[in-house]
């Protein structure tokens, strides 16, 4: 068997030491979300990416506002059926901040 200098040792063991703390710091995690469908699985991870990552992409965040843009008019669409079925008054505020009908 050979020797080894103790240059050859030390060295190898700062490239050892410094590969360590690298890979500590990309630490990844794995969760398992689980639930029934529309219950915010998806939501939950994309709230987690913005946090903990830098954020969303250009092109994420365009697909993001398509989605929220369709999710408000269908929203606003079902509102205005359910009060046009019902023939119900929607309460409105006077001038003076009193709501009536």
């Known amino acids: 068997m050979g020797c080894a200098s103790s240059h050859t040792i030390t060295s ?15 630490r990844s995690v794995k969760l398992l979300l689980l639930g029934t469908g529309e219950s915010g699985k998806s939501t939950f991870l994309r709230q987690m990416k ?19 843009k369709h999710n408000a008019l269908d929203t606003i669409k079902t509102l205005a059926q359910l ?18 009908c």
């Open 12 to 26: 190898t063991t700062s490239s050892i030491d410094k590969s360590i703390r690298q890979d500590q710091n990309k």
């Open 50 to 68: 913005a946090m903990h990552t830098d954020g969303f992409r250009q092109l994420e965040r365009l697909k993001f506002g398509e989605v929220l």
């Open 83 to 100: 009060v046009k079925s019902e023939n119900e008054v929607i309460p409105k505020k006077n001038d003076d901040g009193v709501i009536c």
